[in-house]
């Protein structure tokens, strides 16, 4: 496989449910970055981070949880998730943090839905 | 003042007409300038890069690119329904500390 791709592409979760969502690259970056979209709203950084280490945190709330546990692969964790946390969340990697001389690179994105 | 601005749109523009969509920046020390196209429900796929003043072409999309005025914009040619999608501006800040998305315009092509 190449590029980024996202697991799972679907999620329907309740409010008290604990998941994971998967981002796994094989293009060789060392940055890989979390973004939420919400309907008819700009993308919004959630985390970043730079060979597994946290480089930026954006106001998340803690019931997000990233992990990182090493370059290639990148997690967020969700738990006791609100209704208005519904949205698409894209993965991205670059080759360097913030650097992007070819741009960033996205996953297919995971549509979540919390009921 | 945001980083990077577009306005939403949406834009329409008939079927074999040129789109013009705009995108401003605040940070004069920006290097890298970027267009994803991201269709409904999909996620951003890179169409343009620019990193000099000008234009540079790629097939029906040119990209333009004006530093002194702090504008890039993408004209897109021959414009097909299959264009219609959100177009999101993405720049690179000084030193490339920061990469910043605008919030897009929607484009619609009409047949």
């Known amino acids: 496989e190449t590029g980024v791709t996202q697991t799972p592409r679907h999620l329907v979760m309740g409010m008290t449910n604990k998941k994971s969502l998967k981002c796994e690259q094989h293009l060789g970056h060392n940055a890989m970055y979390w973004y939420k979209q919400s309907a008819k709203k700009p993308l919004e950084l959630m985390f970043v981070y730079s060979l597994e280490e946290r480089v930026e945190n954006n106001s998340v709330p803690s019931r997000f949880s990233p992990e990182c546990p090493n370059s290639s692969h990148l997690f967020l964790h969700l738990h006791t998730l609100q209704p208005e946390d519904s949205a698409l969340y894209l993965c991205?990697?670059?080759?360097?943090?913030?650097?992007?001389?070819?741009?960033?690179?996205f996953g297919s994105g995971t549509r979540l839905t919390v009921v | 003042q945001k980083e990077v601005e577009q306005n939403s749109g949406p834009l329409s523009v008939p079927e074999g007409a040129i789109a013009s969509l705009n995108c401003t920046y605040s940070d004069r020390g920006s290097q890298s300038f970027f267009w994803y196209r991201q269709y409904s429900g999909k996620s951003p796929e890179l169409i343009m890069s620019?990193?000099?003043?000008g234009d540079k072409e790629d097939g029906r999309f040119t990209a333009q690119l004006n530093k002194a005025s702090q504008y890039v914009s993408l004209l897109i040619r021959d414009s097909q329904p299959s264009d219609s999608a959100t177009y999101l501006c993405a720049v690179n800040a000084n030193n490339f500390n920061k990469f910043y998305f605008g919030s897009g315009t929607k484009l619609n092509v009409k047949p």
């Open positions: 991205a990697s670059s080759l360097e943090p913030w650097q992007a001389i070819d741009g960033y690179t």
């Open positions: 620019i990193y000099s003043n």
